[in-house]
């Protein structure tokens, strides 16, 4: 497609579920970004990917977050048992090869946890 | 840490008038600058991306960048309604860990 599509984009699940939530990347782009971002809040870095290598994991929050990448193109962004606190908007962003290279954004997967 | 700093506002203009949104950051050897707008309940768009000093214009909009300073600036020149938003400024630098850092954003309000 001609930007970048998540799906899907509203969830909600109780307490305690497993949730998955994907993204695949504008056609091209090596880098693939995931962020978290809160209501009224900035936006929270988590895992970085360069093609199907995830060189900078710092940004997940706990071992329940888990991310992976195939085919160098669609990423899986996974939460197990999920909390309220996980409750937020999950951005993906695409990039060319290099930092130096604009991110784009799909339009994100709203979370609810009840 | 490195960091990238911007005014939260709320910056208020009237409409037709120059916006003007700062940042500033810390990393003195940061090389890539971008602004992103972002509408309420939307992600971010970007708008913008500099890499050398000086000034880089498209439309309306001017990004200006010293470096010596630390400082990156978007001008909104003809301000209208429709560029209220939240303006992310975005920064990353050399080296092995060029992780792009995020400013929290600036609150636009353009009023008719």
């Known amino acids: 497609g001609a930007g970048v599509s998540q799906s899907p984009s509203n969830k909600v699940t109780e307490k305690g579920k497993d949730v998955e939530l994907r993204c695949d990347p504008i056609?091209?782009?090596?880098?693939l970004y995931w962020y978290r971002q809160s209501l009224g809040q900035g936006l929270e870095f988590l895992i970085y990917?360069?093609?199907?290598?995830?060189?900078?994991k710092s940004g997940l929050p706990s071992d329940r977050f888990s991310a992976e990448r195939t085919g160098g193109s669609v990423s899986t962004l996974t939460i197990q048992r999920t909390q309220q606190e996980d409750s937020a908007v999950y951005l993906c962003a695409s990039s060319r090869t290099g930092f130096n290279q604009p991110q784009h954004f799909g339009d994100g997967t709203r979370l609810s946890i009840l | 840490q490195k960091e990238v700093e911007q005014n939260s506002g709320p910056l208020s203009v009237p409409e037709g008038a120059i916006a003007s949104l700062n940042c500033t950051y810390s990393d003195r050897v940061s090389q890539s600058f971008f602004w992103y707008r972002q509408y309420s309940g939307k992600s971010p768009e970007l708008i913008m991306s500099?890499?050398s000093n000086g000034d880089k214009e498209d439309g309306r909009f001017t990004a200006q960048l010293n470096k010596a300073s630390q400082y990156v600036s978007l001008l909104i020149r003809d301000s209208q309604p429709s560029d209220s938003a939240t303006y992310l400024c975005?920064?990353?630098?050399?080296?092995?860990?060029?992780?792009?850092?995020w400013g929290l954003g600036t609150s636009l309000a353009v009023n008719p």
């Open positions: 990917f360069q093609g199907n290598s995830a060189p900078d």
């Open positions: 500099i890499y």
């Open positions: 975005a920064v990353n630098g050399a080296g092995n860990n060029r992780k792009l850092i």
């Open positions: 056609s091209g782009h090596t880098a």
